[in-house]
């Protein structure tokens, strides 16, 4: 160990990326790295389990298909009825999943899926013509604000939320957030792409 | 002679714009608004293409996307579109255009000069005379293609861009002609998303041409209200220059938008066209209806056009195709055009009108104008060769089936036909519904659906204006109720338009000649394909009498216009033949697409680059740097080898393959499937998905796992790890991982959903680098040193957790190699820093990065098997001599299991699987090469198995290969004789499958 600088370095999974920002657009782009991200599995049917997590997190589990509930730090989206996503800003996704799984009793799993995921999010007056360019699902009148579904952009499988009339983002894996990245970038073309780093 | 067939006024063009463009060589000019039809008409450009068969002159027939004879190749070199409708291709400045028929060129064509070859192709000719041998047909059809012309396709890497657009919406309108923007209106006061597509560059269809006005004034005036309407409202999506391709199950419609085919070759302004893919709660169908041409002899002599289209060219372009009018109609409307042509100033010769009488509004008026009109005849003929110069006319009786007297010749240069008019039922037919013949309106019309479909307008074979606008309101308003917006009536106020009196239409199809249809000059029926009714008739003659076979044998609409002209026609010629009705014959339906799609606007921005994710590891930037080449494994991109400067790629993996087996080798092993499994029951469940026995598998070891399929055949393998008593990590193929998860999910949830499992795949969250060679320990403890690497306390099959260059791992120490090996994760945030800093440490040690082609070549001399290149899914455990790998004492069986027994999988002389040398060290046998056992047997040899991977070893000196050959584990030390496409036979010993290291002592140091 002492022979080597182990000054740790981590890389979001679009570390690479020349990103050339246009002056003003209308899609708003950014990559929101190392977040926490733990994929919950358990019973919502099980009193212990949903207070137990609400308990955690300070937030009510989303036992409502294709709901999310979030605060300033936390949020966590129903992705099929025994699954949960937990995104933490702050990525302290190493004290949630110890905290749940002290508190947690019964069948239930935690996993830390943060190193595979990352967050994009789109936003701008356009970013609605950029996900019907992008993606099958109706936008429009099927994606209210808060809430979750698991669908495709472009090609890759994706875990999309409405943040706002104008503001999505999704959840990527990390192997596909170059191709999804370059997808942005060839579709935007149109609308010009201002890059928030 | 610049336009000289332009009217002084009028149209919806620009005189003040001249565009100036070139047809088959020359230059023309004609003006903003124009399509490239009317340009040509303008320019009296007679012929536009060859006929596909015959090589007859062709010029234009109609006005929008029924034309059969304009059918053009727009533009040149790699942006150029085969079989645009010249009516429909708008006029912009610099247009090129060629005709896709006629060679070398349509006024002087090779095959017309050579005798004319279609007389020597009558229907059926293909089946007839080219059937044998069938070897050559390729070679006729080549020059069959060749002269006749079917258009070419680029050759050259298109420039332009397309892509694609999803929609959602309440209602989708398909047509923007009266109906279909009334029912817009309707649709869109309610609320309703609503999106209408319109294939024309200005909405309104028949509005643009037509004559009578609504609410009084012109009906431009109420087009260009509606128009600012619809494009007010916020849920309505216009889309004009729209061509809806396909209508398809669900109310899924794709719609092809050109955006700039109008503006230039190559698109001014992003995508070039835009494919809609719409999903819609309702369609409105209002495509309109067609209109039909009567058949006569020699009818495709440039000069006959459709009665409404030379009233589209005068009204809306300002366009007179001719001097001296014939018309023959069966119907009143036929009038309209000698009407307009009248009021243009030209002279109308006469109108031959098949029925004895009519009463209605437009014979009045034509009447009035003093217009010639011969009741109870009809055009029998057209003179000419590359341009009308008469019509023959003659009384026929009053069933159309005879000519009852003397014909005559009359002077002129067109003639306007009409036979009636055709809903457009294509788009109703793309789902399946089949349309339903209707005496009343003398056409088809669409058939049940299963669709949320509603049709209005001409379609319903409503074609007066004023039933048009107002059901088209009624309708809007109840699609948009049926999808949930407003009470289903309507509150726009009807607008009011005169009703036009009519007199009853005349069911004519093929004129009578007064010579039989076998004798008589040629009667065109589809003009695209040059079917005849002579050829019709000769069809049923020959026995074909269901119209999908007469459709077939004689090429009737199969052409780029789907028959849209020719198809009821012909339909109506074969009925007669046959002695029925049409109802009774039916009709062919039709199919996606409409009309001919580019390629480009199929594939939007799938190509390239972008057209499958590329999948990368956190340690791509690294590989790249380093000078990897790469190989794709599923989407992923994984190095292939790293060569050096000047390398050969044997080379390179010589050299990457000793450093591993001499020090130290690197690998990106990200890419592996990577599964987490959670839950007391999680060890029964993995003895019931693997082979062998996991009850016993402790804390902090590894096991290697064999998954089966039902069938008994290998599926995928791995090593899996216990975590905790109840949680375990289980990896899988790279290939084979998504795979993998959902065979595990569907044994879980469909079979046992009473174990307590979870699983989660975990492949991207790790990034995998493994480190092999005898001096992989050496550098692992120059960069981790909470773990203690004593070899008898961490043991080959151990794990353990430990934090390696600063970053908490879990470190396996498992070997594809056979070396010592350890197998590090980190999260792959920190993948990149770590593997440099393994690359640091490594240094003295000169640690060698390798990649996938190494990786084989290592785990081949070891004997390893890698799923889906030494297996393919019809090979046992039992094949692949991995009994061991198979658990005896498990309480409850497992995947597979069953087969065993199966007397196909228990017989002894299957392909098994074995080492081979070859006997040449230096030749390396081709992997999939079929082994015999006698090399001198003749033609059809006995195979008797093939090479699975092939390899040169440098560690072993020697090429090597892994194969399965039948009984092969009986045979070792006997020779197979694998015979090549070229010529070589070469023969190789079977040996064991391990060739280094037999007894596995390296891995354990």
Redesign the interface.
């Known amino acids: 160990?002492s022979?080597?600088n182990?000054?740790?370095?981590?890389?979001?999974?679009l570390?690479?990326i020349q990103f050339q920002s246009d002056k003003k657009g209308g899609v708003k782009f950014q990559e929101l790295?190392?977040y926490g991200h733990l994929?919950l599995?358990g019973n919502s049917g099980d009193a212990g389990f949903v207070s137990s997590v609400e308990a955690v997190l300070g937030l009510s589990l989303p036992v409502k298909a294709l709901s999310s509930a979030s605060n300033a730090d936390v949020s966590i989206h129903w992705i099929s009825p025994?699954e949960w996503l937990i995104i933490s800003a702050k990525g302290d996704e190493a004290e949630l999943e110890a905290s749940l799984r002290a508190k947690l009793t019964g069948?239930?799993?935690?996993?830390?899926?943060?190193?595979?995921?990352t967050v994009f999010e789109l936003s701008g007056d356009d970013v609605i013509?950029l996900m019907?360019?992008s993606?099958?699902?109706?936008i429009?009148?099927?994606l209210p604000q808060g809430k979750t579904v698991t669908t495709h952009f472009?090609?890759?499988s994706v875990v999309m939320t409405r943040v706002d009339e104008h503001c999505f983002r999704m959840v990527v894996?990390?192997?596909?957030a170059?191709?999804?990245w370059?997808?942005i970038e060839?579709?935007t073309?149109?609308f010009g792409l201002v890059i928030k780093l | 002679m610049s336009q000289n067939k332009r009217l002084d006024s009028g149209g919806r063009i620009d005189r003040k714009k001249v565009i100036n463009f070139s047809f088959d060589g020359k230059s023309y000019k004609g003006f903003d608004g124009d399509t490239l039809a009317s340009a040509l008409l303008a320019n009296g450009v007679d012929i536009i293409a060859r006929s596909f068969k015959y090589s007859r002159p062709r010029g234009i027939t109609g006005h929008g996307s029924e034309e059969p004879n304009g059918v053009i190749q727009l533009g040149t070199g790699a942006s150029t579109i085969p079989n645009v409708r010249a009516t429909q291709q708008e006029l912009y400045a610099g247009l090129v255009a060629n005709p896709v028929a006629g060679w070398p060129s349509v006024n002087f064509d090779l095959m017309a000069t050579l005798g004319k070859a279609g007389a020597m192709m009558p229907p059926g000719f293909y089946y007839k005379t080219f059937m044998y041998p069938q070897k050559l047909w390729m070679t006729y059809e080549h020059f069959i293609r060749k002269a006749a012309g079917l258009g070419k396709a680029p050759t050259a890497p298109d420039p332009d861009t397309y892509d694609k657009v999803n929609h959602h919406c309440d209602v989708m309108i398909v047509g923007a002609g009266p109906a279909g923007l009334s029912a817009a209106l309707a649709a869109a006061k309610t609320g309703a998303r609503v999106i209408i597509a319109d294939e024309q560059n200005e909405m309104g269809g028949s509005l643009l041409s037509t004559t009578q006005m609504i609410n009084g004034a012109p009906a431009s005036a109420w087009l260009k209200d509606t128009i600012e309407a619809l494009e007010d409202y916020s849920n309505v999506n216009v889309l004009p220059r729209s061509t809806v391709m396909g209508y398809y199950d669900h109310n899924f419609l794709a719609v092809i938008e050109r955006r700039t085919d109008h503006l230039g070759e190559i698109s001014p302004r992003g995508a070039r066209q835009r494919m809609h893919r719409v999903r819609a709660k309702q369609v409105i169908l209002a495509p309109g209806a067609q209109e039909r041409p009567l058949i006569f002899a020699n009818n495709d002599i440039p000069g006959v056009m459709l009665a409404s289209s030379i009233s589209v060219y005068l009204n809306r372009y300002a366009v007179a195709p001719g001097n001296a009018l014939v018309v023959s109609t069966a119907n009143d409307s036929g009038y309209q055009a000698a009407i307009d042509w009248h009021k243009a100033g030209r002279k109308v010769i006469g109108i031959a009108d098949s029925r004895a009488q009519s009463s209605g509004e437009l014979v009045e008026e034509a009447k009035k104008l003093g217009l010639k009109i011969w009741f109870s005849h009809a055009v029998i003929e057209a003179k000419g060769s590359r341009r009308v110069y008469a019509a023959t006319v003659a009384p026929i009786n009053a069933e159309g089936t005879q000519v009852t007297g003397a014909s005559q010749n009359y002077d002129c240069d067109i003639i306007a036909t009409s036979g009636g008019w055709s809903p457009v039922v294509h788009l109703s037919c793309h789902t399946g519904s089949r349309p339903v013949w209707n005496d009343d309106i003398i056409g088809f019309l669409p058939g049940k659906t299963v669709q949320k479909q509603h049709c209005v307008g001409s379609l319903m074979g409503q074609h007066q204006l004023s039933d048009s606008l107002e059901q088209g309101l009624v309708i809007g308003a109840q699609a948009a109720c049926e999808a949930g917006f407003g009470d289903g009536s309507n509150s726009i106020k009807v607008p009011s338009v005169d009703l036009v009196k009519t007199g009853q239409a005349q069911a004519l199809f093929l004129v009578p000649h007064s010579k039989s249809v076998s004798r008589a000059p040629k009667q065109f029926v589809d003009m695209q394909n040059d079917v005849t009714a002579a050829g019709i008739e000769l069809a049923t003659r020959e026995g074909f009498e269901s119209i999908e076979h007469v459709k077939r044998y004689t090429a009737l609409g199969f052409g780029t216009d789907q028959g849209k002209l020719g198809n009821i026609n012909g339909m109506a010629v074969a009925a007669q033949s046959l002695n029925k009705t049409i109802a009774e014959t039916g009709t062919t339906i039709f199919r996606p697409s409409y009309t001919p799609t580019t390629f480009g606007a199929i594939a939007g921005r799938d190509t390239d680059s972008l057209f499958d994710p590329i999948r990368y590891t956190a340690m791509q930037s690294w590989h790249e740097a380093n000078g990897a080449l790469f190989e794709d494994v599923g989407q992923w991109k994984r190095p292939w080898y790293f060569p050096k400067p000047g390398e050969t790629m044997q080379q390179t993996l010589d050299r990457e393959c000793l450093a591993t087996r001499n020090s130290v080798g690197i690998l990106d092993a990200s890419t592996l499937g990577k599964i987490d499994i959670q839950g007391k029951d999680a060890r029964e469940f993995l003895n019931r998905v693997y082979t062998n026995a996991w009850s016993k598998l402790a804390v902090g070891k590894c096991r290697y796992g064999l998954m089966l399929k039902e069938d008994g055949m290998i599926m995928d393998d791995g090593v899996t790890s216990c975590i905790a008593d109840d949680h375990f990590i289980l990896t899988t193929t790279t290939g084979g991982a998504a795979n993998v998860l959902e065979w595990l999910e569907l044994w879980h949830q469909t079979e046992w959903p009473e174990l307590d499992v979870y699983m989660t795949s975990v492949t991207d969250h790790w990034s995998t680098m493994t480190i092999s060679g005898p001096n992989s320990r050496k550098v692992l403890a120059k960069v981790c040193d909470d773990i203690d690497l004593d070899k008898d306390s961490f043991k080959f099959m151990d794990w353990r957790s430990g934090t390696v260059a600063g970053v908490k791992s879990r470190v396996f120490r498992i070997s594809f190699t056979g070396e010592l090996s350890y197998e590090i994760n980190v999260q792959a945030n920190h993948g990149l820093h770590v593997w440099e800093a393994i690359m640091e440490a490594g240094k003295e040690f000169d640690i060698t990065p390798y990649g996938t082609e190494t990786m084989h070549v290592l785990r081949a001399e070891k004997g390893f098997i890698i799923v889906g290149q030494d297996t393919d899914g019809s090979v046992t455990p039992q094949d692949m001599d991995m009994s061991w790998c198979i658990g005896k004492n498990k309480e409850f069986s497992f995947i597979g299991k069953r087969s065993f027994t199966r007397p196909d999988t228990a017989r002894t002389d299957r392909k098994q699987f074995v080492g081979l040398k070859p006997k040449d060290a230096n030749v390396i046998l081709p992997e999939g090469a079929q082994a015999v056992r006698d090399p001198n047997e003749s033609i059809p040899m006995t195979m008797v198995g093939h090479v699975t991977s092939s390899y040169y070893s440098a560690v072993l000196g020697h090429s090597f290969a892994l194969a399965v050959i039948k009984d092969g584990h009986n045979r070792k030390g006997e020779s197979v004789y694998f015979p090549l496409a070229d010529g070589r036979t070469i023969e190789a010993e079977i040996t064991d499958y391990v060739f280094y290291d037999a007894k596995g002592e390296k891995q354990h140091v």
């Open positions: 160990m022979n080597v182990a000054k740790v370095r981590p890389d979001t999974p570390a690479n790295g190392f994929t599995r025994n069948h239930f799993s935690v996993v830390d899926v943060s190193g595979g995921q013509s019907k360019k993606c099958g699902y109706d429009e009148a099927e472009a090609k890759a894996r990390r192997s596909f170059d191709y999804v370059r997808w060839d579709a073309q149109e």
